[in-house]
């Protein structure tokens, strides 16, 4: 079963915050509920990219919970809005300045990287991402723009 970042997203947005292991989990009981496969290696690759791509945000570290990210626009997969009943998970509340912060930290480490590789298309992604995420969270990533020599 393949799953878009927008719709790992909207299986997060369900719960307000899933850690790692709680996504993977939520993925398996979609396919089984669609009478699909699991694989948790194609679903580790779809939550990296949904990481790289910021729909996805990880915030804190213990345990390090998964939230919908400024890039993303949440969908829910088919039969997804039954998970909050099958799954034994929280309902959680993570705030946005605590995600905005996560991610404009995470945002400062990619621009370093694409600025040290010299990747143009990575660094142009990463300007656009940054005015995505001013609106979404209460930060300032101004200074990443200037290093990213967009301002």
Do not use: C, N, Q
Request: charged fraction near 30%; avoid cysteine; charge should be negative.
């Amino acid at each position: 079963m393949e799953l878009s970042g927008d719709d790992l997203a909207g299986i997060v947005d369900l719960f307000g915050g899933l850690t790692r292991a709680e996504l993977d989990g939520a993925v398996e009981e979609l396919a089984f509920k669609r009478g699909d496969d699991h694989d948790p290696e194609a679903v580790a690759d779809a939550v990296g990219a949904a990481l790289d791509s910021y729909r996805l945000v990880a915030v804190g570290d213990d345990p390090e919970l998964l939230v919908s990210g400024p890039a993303a626009f949440p969908a829910l997969p088919d039969g997804a809005t039954d998970l909050p009943h099958i799954m034994d998970v929280p309902e959680r509340s993570v705030d946005r300045e605590t995600a905005a912060e996560a991610a404009l930290a995470k945002l400062a480490a990619d621009a370093d990287a694409a600025l040290s590789e010299d990747d143009t298309e990575r660094t142009a992604t990463l300007v656009d991402l940054s005015y995505d995420l001013e609106t979404w969270g209460p930060v300032d990533a101004a200074a990443i723009r200037e290093r990213l020599g967009a301002e």
